[in-house]
């Protein structure tokens, strides 16, 4: 009896001392996790107050959705290129933002029949309507799904001056073959 009770003893006490240390173990790792979190966030703000390497990035937007027999999925990311503005302050002091410029990745199919996979859109699609001289001025601002009809599926697009209203309103039609039109928005007419 003496020996059992020992040994229950003696197992609560390691069991004891082996929880402790995982306590003791697991504060360290929190104070590691908290401690690079804090540095990141330290360095972050340091790249983000040099005027020259900073590039203001844009959350991804996914959408995925079904419209009667039509599969749409796409998403909307920043891509590799930048745009850059000036602004000025009170003083004629000049300041250079940089913008990212996104793309649009996108798939369709009808009936589980593919239209499109991963495709790239990209500002550069629309230079049909954009001269190619001014495009680099500006940035892929809005895509989004206005209807689905006879014509294919219609986005309305917004490529515009970052921080400014010069945009192109646009509509992109992407027929059930997969066929590409550019329409431009007339937005003195009102629906």
Request: charged content about 25%.
């Given at each position: 009896?003496?020996?059992?009770?020992?040994?229950?003893?003696?197992?609560?006490?390691?069991?004891?001392?082996?929880?402790?240390?995982?306590?003791?173990?697991?504060?360290?790792i929190e104070k590691d996790t908290i401690s690079k979190?804090?540095?990141?966030?330290?360095?972050?703000?340091?790249?983000?107050?040099?005027?020259?390497?900073?590039?203001?990035?844009?959350?991804?937007?996914?959408?995925?959705?079904?419209?009667?027999?039509?599969?749409?999925?796409?998403?909307?990311?920043?891509?590799?290129?930048?745009?850059?503005?000036?602004?000025?302050?009170?003083?004629?002091?000049?300041?250079i933002t940089s913008y990212a410029d996104r793309s649009?990745?996108?798939?369709?199919?009808?009936?589980?029949?593919?239209?499109?996979?991963?495709?790239?859109?990209?500002?550069?699609?629309?230079?049909?309507?954009?001269?190619?001289?001014?495009?680099?001025?500006?940035?892929?601002?809005?895509?989004?799904?206005?209807?689905?009809?006879?014509?294919?599926?219609?986005?309305?697009?917004?490529?515009?001056?970052?921080?400014?209203?010069?945009?192109?309103?646009?509509?992109?039609?992407?027929?059930?073959?997969?066929?590409?039109?550019?329409?431009?928005?007339?937005?003195?007419?009102?629906?």
């Amino acid at each position: 009896m003496k020996i059992s009770i020992f040994s229950t003893l003696l197992c609560v006490g390691l069991l004891s001392s082996c929880n402790q240390g995982n306590k003791n173990s697991l504060r360290t790792i929190e104070k590691d996790t908290i401690s690079k979190i804090n540095n990141d966030l330290k360095n972050n703000l340091l790249a983000n107050k040099s005027k020259n390497n900073s590039i203001v990035h844009f959350s991804p937007i996914k959408v995925d959705t079904i419209i009667g027999d039509i599969h749409i999925s796409y998403l909307i990311r920043d891509n590799e290129n930048s745009v850059s503005t000036n602004s000025y302050d009170d003083k004629g002091n000049v300041s250079i933002t940089s913008y990212a410029d996104r793309s649009v990745f996108i798939s369709l199919s009808k009936n589980n029949k593919n239209i499109l996979l991963n495709r790239e859109i990209k500002k550069t699609d629309f230079v049909s309507i954009i001269p190619l001289k001014e495009i680099k001025k500006y940035t892929l601002s809005t895509f989004q799904i206005t209807k689905v009809n006879n014509e294919g599926v219609i986005f309305f697009v917004n490529i515009c001056v970052p921080d400014t209203d010069d945009c192109y309103a646009l509509n992109l039609i992407i027929s059930g073959d997969g066929v590409f039109t550019v329409k431009q928005v007339d937005e003195s007419v009102e629906d």
